[in-house]
């Protein structure tokens, strides 16, 4: 399990540039790139459930829950060697958890075939 503090927005509503928003999305999949790559390796499996939870003062709908923690997929998938469509071999499940302001956090966990029961 993975904890680094990352703000997810709900990228459905905002307005924003579209630079700004590369530069928000990029630099959301290296925070987590980094963190999963000190983390070590990957568990081993031919397929893995991963759980995103985002832990911030508000809690968004299903739909923006996923859609903010789209950069969190797509780098996950990346650490695992994987592509993140609907025929991969990886599980995505989406959490949510309130916190105070300032100290939003995204919990991710990764497990192999042998850890799922």
Do not use: F
């Amino acid at each position: 399990m993975v904890e680094l503090p990352l703000l997810l927005p709900s990228a459905a509503n905002a307005r924003e540039h579209w630079a700004a928003r590369a530069r928000r999305v990029r630099g959301q999949r290296e925070a987590v790139g980094w963190h999963l790559l000190s983390s070590g390796r990957p568990p081993r499996g031919p397929r893995w459930v991963v759980t995103i939870v985002r832990i911030a003062p508000r809690a968004l709908d299903t739909d923006n829950l996923a859609g903010a923690c789209k950069a969190v997929r797509d780098a996950v998938a990346t650490w695992l060697g994987v592509d993140d469509g609907p025929a991969a071999p990886v599980e995505w499940r989406y959490g949510q958890e309130r916190c105070r302001r300032g100290a939003e956090v995204v919990r991710i966990q990764v497990e192999g075939e042998s850890d799922v029961t």
